[in-house]
Structure formats: structure tokens, C-alpha cells
């Protein structure tokens, strides 16, 4: 059983930085795609990165230049590092997996089987 479990969110002020981490359980797919989405109130969830086990990234255009996809395969953890961050940034924030290559950017929702429960990111002006 695949598990995912996110952590590293928090309150930060615009133009601060934060690391999400999602460390992952039961995964034995050699290939794989990972990514993060973002869901605020109101608003439909959507992908702010993506990283397949080949290491090809890709992003969404809100947040390209300001956080960086990452993955250490030997701690099974999947990073999001958030730089600059805005208000518009405030969301939570999931993990999400599936045991094959990203599918083009790999940012559509509907690609992914494995969920984590999510971490919320706040950021104030």
C-alpha cells in the first residue's frame, strides 16, 4: 500500500520561503511521476510541479523561477521548495503519485492514483 504524507507547511509572510516534504511508503514503482497540488477555498485543485524518475521537471506558470521540484530517492522524499512566496500562494498543498512516466507536464490531477492528505500553506501580506 502506497502512502504519502506530507509535511513542512506553515504561516509565512510575502516574499518568505518554506520546504515541503512528502515522504513516501510501499512505493516500488521503478518508474514513477510526483508531483504537487494546490488547492485553495473555493477553487479547484491544481499542479504547481512535477518530477518523474527520470529527474524531468516541469511547472506550472504561476510559480516557475520561484519553487523548485525535488526528489532524494534514498530517503523516498519528495521536496517543494517555495521562494518568494505570495497570498495567492496560500493553499493546501498535496502530494500525489503514480507508478508510471509523467504523461505530458504531468500536472492534471486526474493522472494521479496516490494521494497524500495534504499540508497548508498560508501566506500573509
Known amino acids: 500500500q502506497v502512502q504519502l504524507a506530507e509535511s513542512g507547511g506553515g504561516s509565512v509572510q510575502a516574499r518568505g520561503s518554506l520546504r515541503l516534504s512528502c515522504a513516501a511508503s510501499g512505493y516500488t514503482y521503478s518508474s514513477y511521476c510526483m508531483g504537487w497540488f494546490r488547492q485553495a477555498p473555493g477553487k479547484e485543485r491544481e499542479g504547481v510541479a512535477a518530477?518523474?524518475?527520470?529527474?524531468?521537471?516541469s511547472y506550472a506558470d504561476s510559480v516557475k523561477g520561484r519553487f523548485t521540484i525535488s526528489q532524494d530517492n534514498a530517503k523516498n522524499t519528495l521536496y517543494l521548495q517555495m521562494n518568494s512566496l505570495k497570498p495567492e500562494d496560500t493553499a493546501m498543498y498535496y502530494c500525489?503519485?503514480?507508478?508510471?512516466?509523467?504523461?505530458?507536464?504531468?500536472?492534471?490531477?486526474?493522472?494521479?492514483?496516490?494521494w497524500g492528505q495534504g499540508t497548508q500553506v498560508t501566506v500573509s501580506s
Open positions: 518530477i518523474d524518475s527520470d529527474g524531468s521537471t
Open positions: 500525489a503519485a503514480v507508478g508510471r512516466y509523467c504523461s505530458g507536464s504531468g500536472l492534471r490531477a486526474y493522472e494521479y492514483n496516490y
